[in-house]
């Protein structure tokens, strides 16, 4: 072998950094983005792009772990409950007994953390499929969520967490923290899926998790592993969520984020057939959401129009991959 | 026969094994040379599979001894064999189509440096292993999904070749294969074996032994008949050791009413699969379309049913051309087909004897095409049950608590509902014990004598001998020879196996 | 293989009572329908709730189980498909067709046979959208049902500028939900609520007979259990799949004329508010026994399983004071579930499956 190719053997290393799916999403959300400036001149101004980076992080955030839980061929409906167990346990926290900032962030992570465990090892170990386990535990988590609350509401909520996108306080060169650390933590995730054996093992078990045991990944640590994993980005998320609303914390919180963060994923090009995904893709699939939701607002339409796009979103973004893998079949 | 002065790679001595009342194995012996590549021959049920099984420490022999490089070692699982050196190929590549090459090849056991994976020193040994097969190294950083079948094989034995393997077992690797691709596996053989690597080589196809093997082993019955160099041995020899004394099979000659032919095949052809494929059957005969796995046999039954389009030649139903182009159509010409692969194509698991009899016949057992007559659809269930002898207590026994013969038996019968005019039956005894073969043959015999056009495309060679009334052997992809049910079983496995000289 | 016959090893009567309990799904929620009815009575007698339980209140309660056991059977249609198969997006064709049923009998004065009729031939349309995507296309069945989900969702808020229909004969279908006496013994037994007779009875005998009785039935188990086999037999596979989910549309359709009748106005988030209508009905479709994975399921585990959750809820709305009751019943749900997909784990392991 010369050493020409054997060069070029190391520097390729694998897979692709980055798939054609997210090369378009980021076409589509640069269009998009123009089409929105040239339309509503308010939209590409920092006080109409701030809060849709603080909009965007906790979906994204939470897209991350549930990229990992669909390649390893997951899923995880019970993220929605679970924000709301997390929100409220730590709004309670910040309004009775005041705690600081990175007490409350311990608090949230920990208890999401736990909550991920409780489904992990339902799903690990338990052997039953994970849409119905967190389906079930989704109901857990509500339950459990809306005992915290007590009455209707929290209110007389602290800014403690303004850290996290509220405010100038909240942004380091007019970037959101809030946003910032999902650019921070989606970029560790995909250092550590592509580079690490760990990460390259969730393909492997979303791809054949018979023949990967055989091969001698442990199975059921991974798939423990995602889920539990997912919880504590949900106890992360769940300070946004607070960060970014007023003073109050009603119910409705985390209500129909288990599917915002589905259609991201999907809409990334990560495949709920498990074995193939992006978290890359994920974050961008969050933002076009986001985006598209901003921009029907703007625009002066009804917000719930935004919905109707994220659908059409997903039709068209599942549908290329459809069609892609039909034209590797028939070749 | 061979001179044994060197210690031998493998050895294994007077191994015997049984799976319950069945003796897979009731005797053999084999040695494995280092450089040399050892073939193992035999039909089906002989034992070879089990063989495989019990060197690569998938399966432990009830009896005998097993030496690796002269020193006695116990095969009790595959990590055991793996650790000696002993790597089997599989003909179903167990690879993950989204990782690349590198990855698969190192799942599991990755290369670390500092907590992440080394890609550079895995793609390295990667591109070394590549280079030793003779393979393009762009293949470290291919996705398996982008390669080809005959490509996914090759890593399949570079995967084998990362453990350090002294002893690869391949398990018909050129099944799978087309002739261009069989060249590079020779290659990729050659190389190993001048590298030192023992390879034991299973395949139907006696023709290609000729290029690669050195020594032959053969079994018959669950024995090995005796080990030969390749250069003593004929083709016609091989199968004659593979099939052993020819039994006077005291079958009745039938006679066969003249006739035009109700199924005909005119040089039908897929692309990729078979080509100029000519067979033709009467009402009341039993045509064999015998043919090694591989051959292309089993795609030309789907292709007849309309599960494949063809691209090229004609099927005649009567004398009128059809274009065939799902099941369901070819049912209404007439058509009924048992599939090959019960479990997959044939079985609906849970459900019960009579359901899966009705299947696809419900128009004609429905009022209206609406309304399932269940009394029609019990009485037409237990019919068949006891026209074919299923052991059942009731029609409402779930097919998959049932014997493999059973089962088969209540897929056949969902074929027979409607009177086919041609019968088509893929390996209708595979997976099926002895009793219920007879049955099944018998039954075979029966619908024939009704006036059925029956097909029988089968890789089972005294299945064909004993059934049929004329066999048409397939040989790489196309119709060669045709032989009468006066022709020995010698004639009909080197037709089919190649070399008929 | 060996022709020996197997001799099953006698089975002690504790061990027989666990098999069927575990292998039954019927006869486990019947079990539990009692055990929980009696324990409600049991708490009433002792006057620890805060209203009677009686067969009066089980009886009015059941008002809750017609949307519930419709959408029920709507998804066991879709799951039997198999492939995957599953519709998240009931609940937003209940918001849509219900907007569609509101325009067409509260705006336009439709007659009401004509307008039930066009809201339900709706409801088929939005499903067979689901169908064409799922079974033609070839999407994943939750990924298709989620987009649809979205944009049906979507599509029913920005349909009447978010404002639900209650003009006066909307709100004059209030008498749909009242309970009445049943003709002949009517004054032995309770009043029951009559959409119980114009919705869902007829329901369930028609997807009864649909499944136990027809061809179609059978052709929807046989591509749920195996639809490689089912396509070598010659059934048309993706029609079959397509029409699963026209059907699913259809009840869809039905539950939103329904809701509108309760609700005596066409909300346009009346199938999507809170958790929507989705969950709760492939909870009652697992529950029931319905495999995921397609094939096994039946009619009368779905309505069995409404009940007990009906009469469970039922009864928490009286063991406790005020939101206290509904959060509970969230309690119950998941409880409940997760016990049942356990359960149906070990089933298969200990027994190699359920009924």
């Known amino acids: ?331 | 026969m061979i001179d044994t002065n060197e210690t031998p790679r493998l050895r294994l001595t007077a191994i015997a094994k049984r799976f319950g009342a069945v003796r897979a194995i009731q005797h053999a012996d084999l040695i494995v040379r280092a450089g040399k590549v050892h073939a193992l021959v035999g039909e089906n049920g002989a034992g070879k599979s089990t063989m495989i099984k019990i060197v690569a420490g998938a399966e432990t022999a009830d009896t005998g001894e097993i030496e690796f490089e002269g020193e006695r070692v116990r095969l009790g699982s595959t990590t055991a064999a793996i650790a000696l050196g002993i790597a089997t190929v599989y003909q179903e590549p167990q690879l993950f189509p989204e990782l690349t090459v590198a990855e698969n090849i190192f799942l599991g056991r990755e290369l670390k440096r500092a907590g992440r994976v080394d890609w550079a020193a895995q793609n390295a040994k990667v591109v070394e292993l590549l280079e030793l097969l003779g393979l393009p190294e762009r293949y470290a950083t291919a996705e398996v999904g982008t390669l080809s079948v005959a490509e996914q094989q090759q890593v399949s034995i570079a995967k084998a070749l990362a453990s350090d393997a002294t002893v690869l077992i391949l398990d018909e690797p050129s099944a799978i294969l087309t002739d261009a691709e069989i060249e590079v596996l020779f290659d990729v053989v050659r190389r190993l074996t001048a590298a030192g690597v023992a390879v034991v080589y299973i395949s139907h196809r006696l023709d290609e032994l000729f290029r690669i093997a050195d020594e032959v082993t053969v079994m018959r019955d669950g024995r090995t008949i005796g080990t030969y160099p390749i250069t003593e041995l004929s083709v016609r020899q091989i199968a004659h050791l593979m099939v052993g004394e020819e039994l006077s099979d005291a079958r009745p000659h039938r006679e066969v009413p003249e006739g035009p032919a109700v199924l005909e095949l005119r040089g039908l052809s897929r692309a990729g699969k078979f080509r100029d494929v000519d067979v033709s059957v009467r009402a009341g005969e039993i045509v064999a379309l015998y043919g090694l796995v591989g051959s292309g046999v089993s795609e030309i039954a789907a292709c007849v049913y309309g599960i494949d389009r063809s691209t090229g030649g004609q099927l005649l139903i009567g004398a009128d051309p059809v274009d065939i182009r799902s099941p369901g159509q070819a049912q209404r010409l007439g058509i009924a087909l048992l599939p090959a692969n019960r479990k997959v194509e044939g079985m609906f698991g849970f459900q019960s004897i009579a359901f899966n009899i009705s299947a696809g016949h419900l128009g004609l057992l429905s009022r209206f095409g609406v309304w399932v007559d269940r009394a029609r659809e019990k009485a037409v269930a237990l019919k068949l049950i006891e026209r074919l002898a299923v052991k059942t207590p009731h029609e409402r026994q779930p097919i998959s608590a049932m014997s493999g013969g059973n089962a088969q038996k209540v897929v056949l019968a969902r074929q027979l509902v409607e009177r086919p005019k041609v019968l088509v039956l893929a390996e209708p005894t595979q997976g099926v014990d002895v009793g219920a073969k007879e049955e099944i043959h018998r039954l075979i015999t029966e619908l024939a004598e009704e006036g059925t056009a029956v097909l029988v495309v089968t890789s089972d060679l005294p299945e064909a001998l004993r059934i049929a009334d004329r066999i048409q052997v397939v040989r790489g992809g196309t119709t060669t020879d045709e032989f009468g049910p006066d022709a020995s079983q010698v004639d009909l496995l080197a037709a089919a196996a190649g070399g008929s000289e | ?355």
């Not at chain 1, 709920?272 to 339409?301: C, E, H, K, P």
């Open chain 1, 1 to 331: 072998m010369t050493a020409v190719a054997e060069a070029r053997i190391r520097r390729r290393v694998l897979p692709a950094p980055v798939t054609g799916q997210e090369f378009v999403l980021v076409g589509v959300i640069v269009a998009l983005w123009a089409a929105l400036a040239i339309s509503t001149p308010a939209f590409l101004t920092a006080g109409s792009i701030q809060p849709l980076l603080v909009a965007t992080a906790p979906v994204a955030l939470v897209g991350v772990a549930m990229t990992i839980v669909i390649i390893t061929g997951g899923i995880d409906v019970s993220v929605g409950g679970a924000i709301m167990v997390c929100s409220v346990l730590t709004a309670k926290a910040l309004v009775g007994p005041e705690v600081s900032l990175g007490v409350a962030v311990l608090l949230s992570v920990a208890a999401g953390g736990l909550l991920g465990l409780v489904n992990g090892v339902l799903i690990a170990y338990g052997r039953v499929h994970a849409i119905i386990i967190t389906f079930g535990t989704a109901n857990l988590f509500m339950f459990l969520g809306l005992q915290i609350f007590g009455s209707g509401t929290v209110n007389g909520i602290p800014g403690t967490l303004a850290f996290f996108g509220r405010g100038p306080d909240g942004r380091t060169l007019g970037i959101p923290h809030a946003f910032l650390i999902t650019l921070l933590i989606t970029a560790a995730a995909w250092w550590y899926l592509r580079h690490t054996a760990g990460g390259r093992h969730f393909f492997a078990i979303g791809g054949d998790p018979q023949a990967a045991r055989l091969a001698g990944v442990r199975v059921q640590r991974r798939v423990l592993l995602a889920y539990v994993l997912t919880g504590l980005l949900v106890g992360l998320a769940s300070c946004f969520v607070i960060a970014q609303g007023t003073s109050t914390l009603d119910q409705s919180v985390g209500a129909g984020k288990e599917l915002a963060v589905i259609a991201a994923v999907v809409i990334g090009g990560t495949s709920i057939m498990g074995g193939r995904g992006s978290v890359l893709g994920t974050l961008l699939g969050a933002l076009l959401v986001q985006s598209v939701a901003s921009g029907v607002t703007q625009l002066g339409w009804r917000s719930q129009l935004s919905d109707l796009f994220v659908g059409i979103f997903i039709i068209v973004a599942v549908g290329a991959d459809l069609l892609r893998a039909r034209a590797r079949r028939n070749r």
């Open chain 3, 1 to 355: 293989m060996t022709a020996a016959t197997v001799q099953a090893p006698a089975e002690s009567p504790a061990a027989k009572i666990l098999r069927v309990l575990l292998t039954q799904r019927i006869a486990l929620l019947a079990v539990l329908i009692v055990v929980v009815v009696v324990t409600f009575f049991v708490n009433d007698a002792g006057g620890y709730l805060t209203a009677p339980y009686d067969f009066d209140y089980m009886s009015a309660s059941l008002i809750n189980a017609i949307p519930l056991a419709m959408l029920g059977l709507a998804e066991l249609l879709v799951i039997l498909s198999g492939r995957g198969g599953i519709d998240l997006s009931v609940g937003a064709i209940v918001s849509l067709a219900g907007m569609v049923f509101g325009f067409a009998y509260g705006e336009w004065g439709w007659p009401l046979w004509l307008a039930i009729l066009a809201t339900a031939g709706f409801g088929a349309l939005l499903g067979a959208v689901n169908g064409f995507l799922v079974s033609y296309i070839g999407f994943p069945a939750l990924i298709a049902t989620l987009a649809t989900f979205y944009a049906y969702k979507s599509l029913a808020i920005v349909i009447n500028n978010q404002q639900p229909i209650s003009t006066k004969p909307i709100q004059e279908l209030f008498s749909l939900s009242k309970s009445v006496e049943l003709p002949l013994f009517g004054q032995y037994v309770p009043d029951v609520p009559l959409g119980i007779f114009t919705f869902l009875l007829p329901t369930v005998v028609a997807v009864w007979l649909l499944l136990a009785r027809t061809s179609y039935g059978r052709r929807l188990y046989a591509i749920g259990t195996n639809d490689v086999a089912a396509r070598w037999a010659g059934l048309p596979v993706r029609d079959t799949r397509f029409k699963a989910y026209v059907y699913a549309g259809l009840i869809s359709g039905l539950v939103a004329v329904v809701t509108v009748g309760q609700f005596a106005s066409a909300r346009p988030d009346a199938g999507v508010s809170g958790n929507g209508m989705a969950l709760p009905a492939i909870t009652i479709a697992v529950l029931g026994g319905v495999a995921i994975t397609g094939g096994i399921g039946r009619v009368a585990g779905v309505v069995l399983a409404t009940l007990l959750i009906v009469w469970l809820n039922a009864g928490i709305l009286l063991a406790f004071v005020g939101n206290e009751g509904s959060q509970y019943q969230l309690l119950a749900l998941g409880a409940v579930l997760v016990f049942a997909a356990l359960l149906n784990g070990l089933t298969n392991r200990k027994y190699g499956g359920s009924q």
